[in-house]
């Protein structure tokens, strides 16, 4: 359903050019939902606004392709990428009160695009939205469709972006850090929500988050991104039983645990190196505890059994854990 093969971008800023991603390539299969997961700054959003063809000016794409049913969207012009993303692909972010207006009726808000891209009248939009709040698990659909964003608890919100997402009838939905504004129980219902809407529906799902744990309930699959570069690839149960990578083990050894408050991974030390002038070799090295002098050496993405890990220690590497640190370390 998705291809993204070889996929450069890089971001021309005043300080110079940052490679936001360098080579990646994914495949997201029809019906099948593939989780992207890295810190901030790794590359994920790129990845997600690429694939809708909505990155914005300053982004230059030296090299890549991306297939939607094997259609190329980077050759589109503008008027078949909206066609598309009305249509055939359908965008749900982070932070809900930043993408709903303040001003607008939640009913008129997932309606919307029904009027935009279907010639739906304003009443009839309506009439879809709640049958949409509906259909994401909204109690009083007819009651929240009149309400506004403010009078919406945040889980409420983020149901409602997704029914707005659904209501183009989607194959694909593209899903950016959707569950990363709520607390645990709500993320945990979301979850479930896009699960069941996954099965019920037939969606193909790209589905983006900083935290590995989460991608266990809902991923076929899991990509860990890392400085823009993907490290480690595998079937989810897989990669969180057994994370190859360093910094996969580092992310699983991260992952807030229930009644912990959420941490931002906090125990892999360190920063992201300068995307304006990555390393040469491992771009995780100078974090990475198990680094030796061959980490200097270009690192390439290769089959380790069914799973693709960057690392050429990787072998070595397969039974360590990543270092635990006492509590009060
Ligand atoms: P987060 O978890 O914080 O959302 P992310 O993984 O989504 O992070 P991206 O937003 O894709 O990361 O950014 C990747 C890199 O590209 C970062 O270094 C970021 O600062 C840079 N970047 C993103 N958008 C732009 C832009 N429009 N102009 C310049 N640099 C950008
Ligand atoms: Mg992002």
Same mark, same amino acid.
């Given at each position: ?12 800023? !005043? ?6 991603? /360098?080579?990646?390539? #994914? ?5 099948? *939902?593939? +989780? @992207? ?122 149901? !409602? ?6 209501? /183009?009838?989607?194959? #694909? ?5 959707? *569950?990363? +504004? @709520? ?122 059994? !069914? ?23």
């Amino acid at each position: 359903m998705l291809a993204i093969d070889d996929l450069t971008v890089r971001y021309r800023t !005043a300080a110079g050019e940052i490679e936001a991603l /360098s080579s990646v390539s #994914l495949t997201v299969a029809k019906g099948s *939902t593939l +989780a @992207l997961v890295g810190e901030s700054g790794s590359g994920k959003s790129t990845v997600a606004l690429a694939a809708m063809g909505l990155l914005p000016p300053e982004a230059r794409l030296p090299a890549g392709r991306i297939l939607f049913d094997g259609q190329d969207i980077l050759t589109m012009n503008a008027e078949e990428r909206r066609r598309l993303r009305g249509s055939r692909i359908g965008l749900v972010f982070q932070d809900p009160f930043s993408v709903l207006n303040p001003s607008l009726r939640i009913g008129d808000q997932v309606g919307e695009g029904l009027i935009h891209h279907r010639g739906f009248t304003q009443e009839r939009a309506f009439a879809r939205a709640i049958e949409l709040l509906d259909e994401v698990g909204i109690i009083n659909p007819e009651a929240v469709a009149k309400a506004y964003p403010h009078e919406l608890s945040g889980g409420m919100r983020q149901r !409602a972006l997704i029914a707005g997402a659904l209501a /183009s009838e989607p194959e #694909l939905l593209i899903l950016d850090e959707p *569950t990363t +504004a @709520l607390d645990v129980t709500i993320e945990a219902q979301i979850l479930d929500l896009l699960e069941s809407l996954r099965v019920r529906r037939g969606l193909t799902m790209l589905f983006i988050s900083h935290n590995l744990g989460v991608v266990r309930r809902i991923a076929d699959e899991v990509a860990v991104l890392y400085a823009g570069q993907i490290v480690e690839q595998g079937a989810t149960e897989d990669v969180l039983q057994r994370p190859v990578h360093p910094y996969a083990k580092g992310l699983l050894a991260a992952i807030p645990r229930l009644g912990q408050k959420k941490g931002r991974l906090a125990s892999i030390p360190g920063r992201l190196p300068d995307l304006r002038n990555p390393p040469t070799g491992c771009r995780f090295a100078r974090r990475c505890p198990f680094a030796t002098p061959d980490s200097e050496a270009p690192q390439v993405l290769r089959d380790i059994g !069914a799973r693709k890990v960057r690392c050429t220690q990787a072998e070595a590497l397969r039974d360590i854990a990543w270092p635990v640190l006492g509590e009060d370390a």
